[in-house]
C-alpha cells in the first residue's frame, strides 16, 4: 500500500468550532505522521466527532466509531509507539496518539490542554498545535457527561493535509494535498 508523505506536511483540521493547523514532527516520529497525515489526506477523518473531552487534559478524536473503541491506521489495525525522550507533555496543543497500551497506535490522537508528565513515554508525540490554540479551548470547554462524552457534538468536518512550499522560504505558504 504506497502513503502520500512529506517531510513538511501538516494537517489542518476543519472543525464545527473552526480550524485548527498542526505541524507534524516528521523527524522523530515519521510513521506516526505519515499515518496521520495520510488518513487526512484519504478523508479518514472527515465528519468524525471529538468523541472525548477532558477539561485541564485532553481532547480526543480520531474514532470514526465515536466510541473510543473503533480506528484502524494505514498499516493495517496497530502499529508500534515512536517515543522520544526529547519529547514531553510539557503543555497545552501537544498532538499524541491516544493507545490502549503499549504499541496500538491506529487513529485515534488528542491534543494537551496543560501539562501532562504522566503521559511522557507511554504515547506517542507526533505534533503540535501552530494555529487555532484558542478553538483547541473552545472545544475544551463544551459540555460532556460523566464519561467525559461532548453533549453536543464537535466534529471534524474536513481533515486538509498541507505540504509546505520550502522554494520561497515562506513557512505560510502551502499547496494542498490532492485527494
Given at each position: ?14 472543525t464545527t ?26 478523508g ?12 485541564n ?12 473503541r ?47 508528565k504522566?503521559l ?21 470547554q ?10 453536543v457534538d ?12 520550502d ?13
Amino acid at each position: 500500500m504506497a502513503t502520500t508523505t512529506h517531510q513538511q506536511g501538516r494537517v489542518v483540521l476543519e472543525t464545527t468550532m473552526g480550524p485548527i493547523a498542526v505541524e507534524l514532527y516528521w523527524d522523530h516520529a515519521p510513521r506516526t505522521c505519515a499515518n496521520f497525515y495520510e488518513l487526512a489526506t484519504r478523508g479518514y477523518y472527515d465528519g468524525v466527532k471529538f468523541h472525548r473531552i477532558v477539561p485541564n487534559f485532553v481532547i480526543q478524536g480520531g474514532d470514526p466509531t465515536g466510541t473510543g473503541r473503533g480506528g484502524a491506521s494505514i498499516y493495517g489495525d496497530k502499529f508500534a509507539d515512536e517515543l522520544h525522550e526529547d519529547l514531553k507533555h510539557t503543555g497545552a496543543g501537544i498532538l499524541s496518539m491516544a493507545n490502549s497500551g503499549p504499541n496500538t497506535n491506529s487513529s485515534q490522537f488528542f491534543i494537551t490542554l496543560a501539562p501532562t508528565k504522566w503521559l511522557d513515554g507511554k504515547h506517542t508525540i507526533f505534533g503540535r498545535v501552530a494555529r487555532g490554540m484558542a478553538v483547541v479551548q473552545r472545544v475544551s470547554q463544551v459540555e460532556t457527561d460523566s464519561s467525559d462524552r461532548p453533549r453536543v457534538d464537535v466534529k471534524i468536518l474536513r481533515a486538509r493535509a498541507e505540504v509546505s512550499n520550502d522554494d520561497d522560504g515562506d513557512d505560510e505558504a502551502v499547496v494542498e494535498q490532492d485527494q
